[in-house]
């Protein structure tokens, strides 16, 4: 089993920042990779951000390019995505979600919330 632990999510206006994490715990020897999705409501949940846990290479949903950074911290289990210039469409329960070899996981979502 693996637990994932979000936080970071609140209240910002258009154009600030905020900084998620997500600490993996539990099974975590096959860890393939870990990323970012999130969703609006009456949306569909839309894939943001993902690195991969040996080599950091990293891909981003387009909408998020040049604004939204994801990285990761081994030693710690942990990923993190800082959002900049963050706008009105980014509101969303954004989730945390590990890829292994064996499965995937959920987070249980953290809000964010973008005000104009």
């Known amino acids: 089993q693996v637990q994932l632990v979000e936080s970071g999510g609140g209240l910002v206006q258009a154009g600030g920042s905020l900084r998620l994490s997500c600490a993996a715990s539990g099974r975590l020897f096959d860890m393939h990779a870990m990323g970012w999705f999130r969703q609006a409501i009456g949306k569909e949940r839309e894939f943001v951000a993902a690195i991969s846990w040996s080599g950091g290479d990293t891909v981003y949903a387009d909408s998020v390019k040049g604004r939204f950074t994801i990285s990761r911290d081994n030693a710690k289990n942990t990923v993190y995505l800082q959002m900049n210039s963050l706008k009105p469409e980014d509101t969303a329960v954004y989730y945390c979600?590990?890829?292994?070899?064996?499965?995937?996981?959920w987070g249980q979502g953290t809000q964010v919330t973008v005000s104009s």
């Open positions: 979600k590990v890829r292994k070899i064996s499965g995937d996981y």
